[in-house]
């Protein structure tokens, strides 16, 4: 019912920069709130950033300041801005989306995940 395609992980050096986007699509009546999570290898997934339906943001305290999480309500689309990259962002990166669906059914979606390696 609802789809979420995430893109622009990749391979970066410290200090480097890269973008996350999010974009769903299917049965959605509304998005509510939108979040990014992460998963390192041998650790446990932990939350990362959220977004509100009106924009206000948070951030865990390990990436406050470096990244920045905005969303495209007209595009269904959140994106992560990811600056001052550490090797210990090395992670694969998710996003999270609460749905209101068209047939008004609470979904909490997940994307597949896509890979960021920080590395010199």
């Known amino acids: 019912q609802v789809q979420l395609v995430e893109s622009g992980g990749g391979l970066v050096q410290p200090g480097g920069s890269l973008r996350l986007s999010c974009a769903a699509s299917g049965s959605i009546f509304r998005i509510n709130a939108m979040g990014w999570y992460r998963q390192a290898p041998g650790k446990q997934r932990e939350w990362v950033a959220g977004i509100t339906t009106g924009g206000s943001t948070n951030y865990a305290d390990s990436v406050k300041g470096r990244f920045t999480s905005s969303r495209d309500n007209a595009k269904n689309t959140m994106y992560l801005q990811m600056n001052s990259l550490k090797l210990e962002d090395t992670a694969v990166y998710y996003c999270?989306?609460?749905?209101?669906?068209?047939?008004?059914?609470?979904?909490?979606?997940w994307g597949q995940g896509t890979l960021v390696t920080v590395s010199s």
């Open positions: 999270n989306v609460q749905v209101l669906t068209t047939t008004l059914r609470h979904l909490d979606a």
